[in-house]
């Protein structure tokens, strides 16, 4: 089911603490619509309707959709670029331990689609990243995503298992 910005204009509230990289995606999407709209219109405006699939250990979710109604879905489907990597990375690029050239280099992160589709994905997330870091509701949201990644659920290896099943025709 698609979660949409139809919802009342609230902070968003944990579902679980234990929620995973979905739970993070979706919430800190509420939040950035709520709290920072320059960056929500920003966001949509680079999505431009494209849908994207982000892959975090071994969990897969789809955002995207037309124009302000970008959501977010659970599962495999179409996306015009696919992005794979794993909490750990992604906490690592947030606290400024590697690079995103770092991260691709290393293979820690995998990202596949058409050049132009995949400097579109990195335009979104820049907007993205720009706004959540001026949302309270983002910091409290890291935060405990932070906490599921340390405590062991955002491991580097299935990356690895998941690159290997790849195959190199496949790497972007």
Do not use: H
């Not at 509230?13 to 960056?39: C, D, K």
């Not at 990243?129 to 990644?149: K, M, Q």
Request: aromatic content about 6%; some cysteine; overall charge positive.
């Amino acid at each position: 089911m698609w979660s949409n910005s139809s919802s009342p204009k609230r902070s968003p509230a944990p579902r679980n603490p234990e929620a995973g990289f979905g739970a993070l995606i979706e919430e800190s999407l509420t939040a950035l619509r709520i709290g920072q709209p320059r960056a929500w219109v920003g966001l949509c405006a680079a999505l431009d309707g494209r849908v994207l699939a982000l892959t975090v250990d071994g969990e897969t979710w789809r955002v995207g959709g037309p124009g302000e109604a970008v959501a977010v879905r659970q599962g495999a489907g179409a996306a015009v670029a696919r992005l794979t990597t794993t909490g750990a990375c992604l906490l690592d690029l947030v606290d400024g331990r590697s690079t995103l050239l770092d991260a691709l280099l290393s293979e820690r992160m995998l990202l596949v689609g058409p050049v132009d589709e995949c400097l579109r994905f990195f335009d979104a997330w820049r907007i993205y990243l720009l706004g959540a870091v001026r949302s309270d509701a983002c910091a409290v949201l890291l935060a405990r995503y932070r906490a599921t990644v340390v405590a062991g659920q955002g491991g580097d290896r299935w990356l690895t298992e998941k690159w290997r099943s790849l195959g190199a025709a496949s790497r972007v």
